[in-house]
């Protein structure tokens, strides 16, 4: 489980982020002011801090470059105030690894969180998609984004490459519904899972032979999604 430091000193948002981040299976600590703060980053080691600007003692500039000084890189998210472009510029600066401006949206906050706490545990040489692959009679070419099945084009749209694209890379492991909502529609959209099932759906039914017994793009009930390049062989 995740462990994610909240410092921020309004309290209604402080428990409304706990109570979001607690029901999405996080392990949430929390901390009221910049002092507190910093002894729980330096003592509890967690996986991201969600830190605000303006608190009492020591505000979120100070503890984020004090934690950055001493060589402390744990993932870390600024909230800022709306339209205030100076302190953005600054806490990136400083150190910060992302922002979210006040008020803010809890989709994007929560996207943004999991990109950051992804990055941190991938920050193994992300792997490249091939150029190109083969599954079964349907031939993908990344580069020219070009697909042909029995020698004939196959029409994808941009957000199916992108997806085929995007397990590619990862083939053989499994990817989970909100790693390609992130990856493959971005911070912007807000779209559902329900989005990526669809288009694993309409992906299935153009590349399978039998999409309802799918031999490539494969559920793993409960997590997502993978592709077996080789093909999951047929029952019975």
Same mark, same amino acid.
């Given at each position: 489980?995740?462990r994610?430091?909240?410092?921020?000193?309004?309290?209604?948002?402080?428990?409304?982020?706990?109570?979001v981040?607690?029901?999405?299976?996080?392990?949430?600590?929390? $901390? !009221?002011?910049?002092?507190?703060?910093y *002894?729980a980053a #330096?003592?509890? %080691?967690? =996986?991201?801090?969600?830190?605000?600007?303006?608190?009492?003692k020591m =505000?979120?500039? $100070?503890?984020?470059?004090k934690?950055? =000084?001493?060589?402390?890189?744990?993932?870390?998210?600024?909230?800022?105030?709306?339209? +205030?472009?100076?302190?953005?510029?600054?806490?990136?600066d400083?150190?910060?690894?992302?922002? #979210?401006?006040?008020?803010f %949206?809890?989709?994007?906050?929560?996207?943004?969180?999991? $990109?950051?706490?992804?990055?941190?545990?991938? +920050?193994k040489t @992300?792997? @490249?998609?091939?150029? %190109?692959?083969?599954?079964?009679?349907?031939l993908?070419?990344?580069?020219?984004y070009? /697909?042909v099945?029995?020698? *004939?084009?196959?029409?994808? %749209?941009?957000? +199916?490459?992108?997806?085929?694209?995007?397990?590619? /890379?990862?083939?053989?492991?499994?990817?989970?519904?909100?790693?390609?909502?992130?990856?493959?529609?971005?911070? @912007?959209?807000?779209? !559902?899972?329900?989005?990526?099932?669809?288009?694993? $759906? *309409?992906?299935r039914?153009?590349? +399978?032979?039998?999409?309802?017994?799918?031999?490539?793009?494969?559920?793993?009930?409960?997590?997502?999604?993978?592709?077996?390049?080789?093909?999951?062989?047929?029952?019975?």
């Open positions: 489980m995740k994610i430091l909240i410092i921020e000193d309004d309290v209604s948002i402080l428990n409304v982020l706990k109570d981040l607690v029901f999405k299976s996080y392990d949430v600590l929390t $901390a !009221t002011d910049g002092e507190s703060g *002894q #330096v003592e509890k %080691s967690p =996986d991201l801090i969600v830190l605000d600007i303006m608190l009492p =505000d979120g500039f $100070a503890l984020c470059k934690l950055r =000084d001493e060589g402390n890189m744990i993932p870390l998210l600024m909230l800022t105030a709306k339209g +205030e472009e100076p302190d953005k510029v600054r806490g990136l400083i150190g910060a690894d992302d922002y #979210v401006t006040k008020p %949206s809890l989709p994007e906050l929560l996207a943004r969180i999991r $990109a950051l706490l992804r990055r941190r545990t991938e +920050e @992300e792997k @490249e998609p091939p150029d %190109s692959i083969r599954m079964g009679d349907v993908l070419d990344f580069k020219k070009e /697909a099945k029995r020698g *004939q084009p196959l029409s994808l %749209s941009p957000k +199916e490459f992108g997806v085929l694209r995007y397990l590619a /890379a990862r083939a053989g492991d499994v990817v989970t519904r909100d790693e390609l909502l992130d990856e493959v529609w971005g911070y @912007e959209k807000f779209p !559902t899972t329900r989005t990526v099932d669809n288009h694993i $759906a *309409q992906l039914s153009k590349i +399978e032979e039998d999409p309802a017994g799918p031999r490539y793009l494969l559920t793993v009930h409960g997590v997502g999604y993978k592709l077996a390049l080789n093909g999951e062989k047929k029952k019975g």
